[in-house]
């Protein structure tokens, strides 16, 4: 139900954009958020936004270099990446709270991830 992309290959201090969709049943995404997972490391929160978009977190260690948006018109969630380190390699993955209708019509709400987009960062 949610489709990360736009990850890839980047030297130290470029950028990259990834971008969660939604898909198939799911009517709106609620809250969102990025995490990442380094090679032999526990899945970490990398940002977060809220269902109007108002409100965002950040990772302390992102701050600054990385933008969490979205455009709920299309049920799309975009991670924007600049000054990027070596550090910042690990696979993405966006999470949210999706809404979707039942084949009942009862509307349920349940938490999607995406499939993971690598970013590998070159020093």
């Known amino acids: 139900q949610l489709q990360a992309s736009g990850g890839g290959l980047v030297q130290a201090g470029g950028s990259l954009r990834l971008s969660c969709a939604a898909s198939?049943?799911?009517?709106?995404?609620?809250?969102m958020q990025w995490y990442r997972q380094a090679p032999g490391k526990e899945r970490e929160l990398v940002a977060a936004?809220?269902?109007?978009?108002?409100?965002?977190n950040y990772a302390d260690s992102v701050k600054g270099r990385f933008t969490i948006s979205r455009d709920n018109a299309r049920n799309t969630v975009l991670l924007q990446m600049n000054s990027l380190k070596p550090e910042d390699t690990a696979v993405y993955y966006c999470?949210?709270?999706?809404?979707?209708?039942?084949?009942?019509?009862?509307?349920?709400?349940?938490?999607?991830w995406g499939q993971g987009t690598q970013v590998t960062v070159s020093s």
């Open positions: 198939g049943r799911v009517s709106s995404i609620n809250a």
């Open positions: 936004i809220s269902t109007s978009g108002g409100s965002t």
């Open positions: 999470r949210a709270d999706t809404l979707y209708y039942n084949d009942y019509g009862a509307p349920v709400v349940a938490a999607s």
